[in-house]
């Protein structure tokens, strides 16, 4: 499987970083978990539908985070990614804590994919 990030998903994750110390670490178990099952599996992470776009976009819901001792699996941080299933690649669009933002962003999504 190959990964890639968009520019914008680095700064999002540089800016967590300050934060969130381990997060670098959380999301190569993230990437190891991808490699076996990059599929959406309810209700840890969903499909994005109704954006306009061909492409399989999924969001994580719950993402382990060592550095939010305590709250493990439901520690808030989402992850959005489009999956390109023929092509074996995944690119990482977004991450952001649930009490920083409601929502993921489908202008980004769409900027990128459509």
């Known amino acids: 499987m190959i990964f890639e990030e968009l520019d914008e998903f680095r700064k ?8 969130y110390r381990s997060l670098d670490d959380d999301l190569e178990i993230v990437k190891q978990v ?6 959406e599996r ?4 969903f499909r994005i539908d109704n954006i306009g ?3 399989c976009v999924i969001k994580v819901r719950k993402i382990a985070c060592m550095s939010l001792k305590g709250r493990g699996v439901n520690s808030g941080l989402r992850l959005i990614y489009a999956h390109f299933q023929l092509e074996k690649k ?5 991450i952001y804590h649930k009490n920083d933002k409601e929502n993921e962003d489908r202008q980004r999504i769409l900027d990128n994919f459509k």
């Open 42 to 45: 309810p209700p840890f992470s």
């Open 12 to 19: 999002d994750r540089k800016a967590l970083m300050k934060k």
């Open 34 to 39: 991808l490699e076996i099952a990059p599929d």
């Open 90 to 94: 995944i690119v990482f669009i977004e």
């Open 53 to 55: 776009i061909e492409t």
